[in-house]
């Protein structure tokens, strides 16, 4: 989710946990053009883009990028979600509303912080 960023300039390879990961921010940015209005609410609600071998690279480039702008813009709602997320049984899915419902609780209407967060988005580097 916000595991460290591949470097191939690095001697390490790694450029470190929370690193800009230029790979799925590049995809991120050729995505936003096309991007759908209802991509962030698919995304947390459905697997089925993470699924779809056309859709996988936005998807993943997507959540890459909620994950970065919630702990940048959030951090405290997006420890509690996380600690919320941490506390379910293992493998037991949860149905698209209760998703929906469960982020919604800590981060408000997920309309509203989808204009927040393409606009966080655009403005990295």
Excluded at 80 to 91: F, G, H, R, T
Aim: aromatic share 14%; hydrophobic share 40%.
């Amino acid at each position: 989710m916000y595991f460290e960023t591949p470097d191939l300039h690095s001697a390490k390879g790694w450029a470190g946990v929370g690193a800009v990961n230029r790979f799925r921010l590049d995809q991120l940015h050729k995505y936003l053009p096309v991007r759908g209005p209802d991509s962030l609410k698919t995304l947390l609600t459905a697997d089925g883009r993470f699924r779809d071998p056309r859709q996988a690279a936005d998807a993943y480039a997507e959540a890459w990028g909620l994950v970065y702008f919630l702990l940048h813009q959030h951090p405290k709602e997006c420890i509690e979600y996380l600690k919320l997320l941490a506390s379910k049984q293992p493998l037991k899915q949860d149905g698209p509303e209760r998703r929906l419902e469960e982020f919604e609780k800590f981060f408000g209407p997920w309309k509203r912080l989808d204009g927040e967060f393409v606009r966080f988005i655009a403005r990295v580097k």
